[in-house]
């Protein structure tokens, strides 16, 4: 124990040991406060429609957030309403984007707060738009009725991601509770349209939003998160020749050739899984997530189409590799069949993102371990994200430093019965106040 003790408080004043103490008896008296606020959030629907493409409700959670920044002192709020201009920019320059979304209503939400010392700064990036509830029935309780059973709060976007974005208000609130300053400036951005691919915080990196070191707030399951994978969806359709099933031999079943093509990427996919390997990420993959056709038992499907994501490991595979690999199979499949080569599959694709990779060797993630375990009393694991999210962005077109930390579990999000343990949405609120001061009280290079 006193070794462990030792380790912790090596390199850090007795002011820095003073602070983060009152941090921890501050959240303790005031957690009731910091879940409530929670609450009130994940109560607000905020889903968006279609994956973004046929709008989203954002508008009153920002509205919520607005208030409540405004109520804290926030030193300048920016409210940055969509524009289908920089997505097409960014789409052109760095190829993401993800045009075409109806973005009536929606803005993103900057605050700043100044801090004292003129040290490093840090942006705590959240979006506001969760996941459609439409299993309502299959929920314990209404989606957006949140409530608190076994340690654990039940509601839509609880864990993906309103813990991790007010987790980051309240970390600032936190050290305004406790009356420590903040000693360089922190910013939180509340964007839109993330469920969309991301493109609240494509506008928000568009418009030159930069810091010292980001923050973005998914749930890491207590894992600080250093990569994430990339993907594109993809829509392929086929065309056949309807005709009554009694006569099939006169008419062309698209569902057969679309399986005739899902055979061929699947043993692309194999090769992935053998070919590729990266030390925090799980191998690519393919998944056939829709597939619809046909009118009737006793037709030949006339038509056939299916969607599918492709994971993809950053540095060891590209987006361009994976679109034209994809491409490749789907076309030598349908040449090796004599009706498809006449009438050829339609590939499309409505979605994309890059992948994320951070060094470990930086400031920003010793930082991060050094304080989680000053705060927490144990060391944090580092690891890979499945799916993908806003930190490629910060990362690869800012050109922030970036890591991904919040509360929650991966698992949980876009899940019925969607849920944040109260615990690790307290603890990111005081890993991220520790953060602001350690981070922000070094000098910035």
């Not at 009725?145 to 654990?152: H, L, N, S």
């Not at 144990?378 to 800012?398: M, P, Q, T, Y």
């Not at 005081?430 to 001061?437: F, P, S, T």
Request: proline content about 4%; overall charge negative.
């Amino acid at each position: 124990m006193k070794q462990q003790k030792e380790k912790q408080n090596r390199g850090r004043s007795p002011e820095r040991e003073r602070q983060f103490q009152k941090l921890k008896e501050t959240l303790q008296e005031n957690r009731e406060l910091y879940i409530r606020m929670l609450k009130k959030l994940v109560a607000i629907d905020t889903h968006d429609i279609g994956h973004g493409i046929g709008g989203g409700l954002e508008q009153k959670g920002q509205e919520f957030l607005i208030h409540l920044l405004s109520s804290m002192g926030a030193d300048a709020i920016d409210v940055d309403p969509m524009s289908e201009a920089v997505i097409e920019e960014c789409l052109e320059k760095h190829q993401e984007g993800n045009p075409g979304h109806n973005q009536e209503n929606r803005s993103n939400v900057y605050a700043v707060f100044r801090g004292s010392e003129g040290g490093r700064t840090l942006i705590f990036n959240g979006h506001m738009d969760v996941m459609p509830a439409d299993e309502a029935d299959g929920w314990t309780n209404p989606p957006f009725e949140p409530v608190i059973r076994d340690g654990r709060l039940y509601g839509r976007g609880a864990a993906d991601m309103k813990g991790g974005l007010m987790a980051s208000v309240m970390a600032v609130r936190l050290l305004k509770d406790a009356g420590i300053p903040i000693p360089g400036d922190v910013m939180i951005t509340s964007v839109c349209d993330e469920e969309g691919g991301g493109n609240g915080s494509i506008q928000a990196v568009m418009r030159g939003l930069l810091a010292d070191g980001v923050i973005n707030c998914e749930p890491t399951d207590g894992k600080l998160i250093l990569a994430h994978m990339g993907w594109v969806f993809f829509q392929v359709n086929f065309e056949g020749k309807a005709c009554h099933s009694g006569e099939k031999k006169n008419g062309v079943s698209a569902i057969e050739k679309a399986i005739k093509v899902i055979a061929a990427l699947n043993e692309m996919e194999h090769g992935w899984l053998l070919e590729y390997q990266h030390p925090l990420l799980p191998p690519p993959s393919l998944n056939i997530g829709v597939i619809s056709g046909g009118t009737a038992g006793s037709t030949v499907p006339g038509s056939c189409g299916f969607s599918t994501c492709v994971h993809y490991v950053p540095g060891l595979m590209s987006q361009e590799q994976v679109i034209r690999e994809f491409t490749d199979t789907v076309e030598r499949a349908a040449r090796a069949d004599a009706w498809m080569e006449q009438h050829r599959p339609e590939i499309s694709i409505y979605q994309t993102g890059h992948g994320f990779e951070m060094e470990e060797a930086h400031p920003l993630v010793d930082t991060a371990k050094e304080v989680f375990e000053a705060l927490c009393g144990r060391e944090v694991s580092v690891g890979g994200s499945h799916f993908g999210c806003d930190s490629r962005l910060w990362k690869n077109i800012a050109g922030c430093p970036t890591i991904q930390f919040g509360p929650g579990r991966g698992e949980e999000c876009h899940s019925v019965d969607e849920w944040i343990s109260i615990d690790s949405y307290l603890e990111a609120i005081l890993v991220y106040a520790g953060l602001i001061l350690e981070w922000g009280s070094q000098k910035r290079s």
